[in-house]
């Protein structure tokens, strides 16, 4: 079946440091991949998506480049501000599963100034 | 703009007395879900509609149930509300047509049970 695996948090940064949340997953096939971002009180948001390897998906300063050989799909910005403080799911959809989305379990992102 | 609309954004309601939630959308997606989150945990699929086709999950218990009378909305109803069904409720939609089949989700309305 599919499967998401994210680095569990909460992960706690100063102002303008560098961000990496890990993802990697399980699939058949070729699934697209997407981050999703929750902020306090609010649905999900998508942040960014790759549809095939190699792909980047980029938004907001927030970067993850679709890796096929590693199945991984890792969230990078290069300097975090307070206003990012929020939960990022990975997630994917296989058009082998019904295009359900399998979410990972989330990273709670603390960013404090 | 073309979005997905949950009302009300914070429900509160009694132990054992039915509540229905709604969310529509202006993006004419032929694909609704509904969601439960606890906790900021991920998301937990409990139907979806393909066009007026309901689909169940297999652990969907039985005192939800969803209704879609027509493409921009859809209803969730709780029969019997618990205290354990107390979290954020999110509607989302996708289009088959959509690239990648993104889901777009709506702001949630927060369930109380008291």
């Known amino acids: 079946g599919n499967s998401v695996t994210q680095m569990e948090g909460p992960v706690t940064l100063s102002e303008e440091a560098f961000l990496t949340i890990n993802c990697t997953y399980t699939?058949?096939?070729?699934?697209?991949l997407f981050w999703y971002v929750q902020y306090p009180g609010e649905g999900l948001q998508l942040l960014l998506k790759?549809?095939?390897?190699?792909d980047k998906g980029s938004n907001k300063g927030f970067e993850a480049t679709y890796r096929k050989e590693t199945t991984s799909f890792h969230l990078e910005k290069g300097s975090v501000q307070v206003s990012d403080s929020a939960v990022y799911f990975c997630?994917?959809?296989?058009?082998?599963?019904?295009?359900?989305?399998?979410f990972g379990g989330g990273t709670r992102l603390m960013v404090k100034p | 703009d073309a979005m997905v609309i949950q009302n009300p954004r914070y429900q509160v309601t009694q132990f054992g007395k039915p509540v229905t939630l709604s969310c529509s959308q202006t993006?004419?997606?032929?694909?609704m879900y509904w969601y439960q989150q606890k906790s900021s945990q991920a998301p937990k699929l409990l139907f979806h509609?393909?066009?007026?086709?309901?689909?169940n999950e297999a652990d969907t218990p039985d005192n939800f149930q969803s209704r879609r009378p027509n493409t921009s909305f859809c209803f969730l109803d709780i029969r019997s509300p618990g205290l354990g069904d107390a979290a954020m409720y999110l509607c989302?939609?996708?289009?088959?047509?959509?690239?990648?089949?993104?889901?777009?989700f709506g702001p949630g309305t927060r369930l109380t049970v008291t």
């Open positions: 989302a939609t996708s289009g088959l047509r959509a690239s990648a089949y993104e889901q777009y």
């Open positions: 509609y393909y066009d007026k086709d309901f689909n």
């Open positions: 790759a549809t095939k390897a190699d």
């Open positions: 699939a058949t096939g070729y699934p697209s």
């Open positions: 997630a994917l959809i296989n058009n082998n599963a019904g295009n359900m989305l399998t």
């Open positions: 993006l004419n997606h032929n694909v």
